[in-house]
Nanobody, 125 residues
Framework: VQLVESGGGLVQAGGSLRLSCAVSGRTFSNYGMGWFRQAPGKEREFVAAIRWNAATYYADSVKGRFTISRDNAKNTVYLHLNSLKPEDTAVYSC????????????????????WGQGTQVTVSS
């Protein structure tokens, strides 16, 4: 399984971006998908996740501003980032849980067994 993110860039505070994660694999519709981010000097943190049944989960820091969605016909998961803040600046990576079961909660990195390279999001003040 390969994951390729796109859509990052430089945006002013208050602006919006849409990140995409294209996923190879014949059974994408069964995958749980997540987005994580890592800012310079900080640990990687959970942002959002979406299960195969479209149930969604968000970190408190992004709830109400970010939206995760998936298009199974396109093997793609999206992260819509609205009302961006400078503290949202980070490398955003998507991840897939291709296993039948979840081995950890959706907000834990080890729940996922495939990762993309990441895309940089920079929010200027």
């Amino acid at each position: 399984v390969q994951l390729v993110e796109s859509g990052g860039g430089l945006v002013q505070a208050g602006g919006s971006l849409r990140l995409s994660c294209a996923v190879s694999g014949r059974t994408f519709s069964n995958y749980g998908m997540g987005w994580f981010r890592q800012a310079p000097g900080k640990e990687r943190e959970f942002v959002a996740a979406i299960r195969w049944n479209a149930a969604t989960y968000y970190a408190d820091s992004v709830k109400g501003r970010f939206t995760i969605s998936r298009d199974n016909a396109k093997n793609t998961v999206y992260l819509h980032l609205n009302s961006l803040k400078p503290e949202d600046t980070a490398v955003y990576s998507c991840a897939a849980n291709t296993r039948v079961q979840w081995v950890a909660p959706v907000y834990v990195a080890r729940a996922y067994d495939a990762w993309g390279q990441g895309t940089q999001v920079t929010v200027s003040s």
